[in-house]
């Protein structure tokens, strides 16, 4: 791998994380194109997410420390046995509500073989079926009613809901970011709060899928040099701060609708390469 390699991966990583794209389904097609698959690309992609989660801190710093507080003011409370759940305010209600979209990536953790089996293979068909499937759940938000709900009106239904709707995410083509945004905005939230309640619950998730990824890879297989690692890191972390600025513009300006049809097209181009791969024997990554 190159540092242009590393540098082109870094910005693709941080402007597609966030847009509601999928990250991973991206980074596998140009893997897939440069030959780059395997135990190496899993480790440059594990990277490139802790860059991403990088951003999501500096973006969303202050909501992130009143969060922090939060949790430990109920830790405070639950040692001095004041704890009460009548006690609740706006943070309080996020907090308890983020710990809630987390149960069902229990259970979601069982199929973690065959994520990581779907992102090291040489086949790209499922990344294009899994982007339109992020075109279908992108669909079905923009048609949903306007919500009203903030951070202090989102209830368990609507947490358990994002959950759900994360637990697709592993899986190349669908984004994390568009299927748990939308979930939001399907749940009644307003565009701000789902945005804001999909990233922060981003913080949780990148780490444990690190972790889970980390776990699966052959440290005998990768051959990638540090200083790409910290480039790539680097790039992805900086461009995805000015995604997620992005992304909330484009969410205000009630333009986010592109991605619907930016996902379905992807995904039918992403289909028949990968059929024509199968029938031909002739891969893309032969050509480079």
Known sequence: MTIIDGIIQGVIQGITEFLPVSSSGHLSIFQHITGQTGDS????SLILHLGTLLAIFISFNKIIFDLVKEVLVILKEVITFK???KNINSNRNM????????IPMLFFYIFKDIYVLVGIDNDIILEGIFFIL???????????IKGHKLEGDITYKNALLVGVFQGLAPFPGISRSGSTISAGLISGMTKETAVKFSFILGIPVILAGSLVELSGIGKENISIELHILIIGFIVSAIVGVLSIKLVSYLIKSNRFKIFIYYTFILGIIVISIGVFELISGIYLYDLF
């Not at 308890?96 to 979209?101: G, R």
């Not at 992020?134 to 949903?144: G, P």
């Open 41 to 44: 690309g899993i480790a440059f």
């Open 83 to 85: 704890f009460s759940l």
């Open 95 to 102: 907090v308890y509500m983020l710990f809630v979209a987390l």
């Open 134 to 144: 992020t075109s279908f759940m992108l669909f079905i938000a923009d048609r949903s």
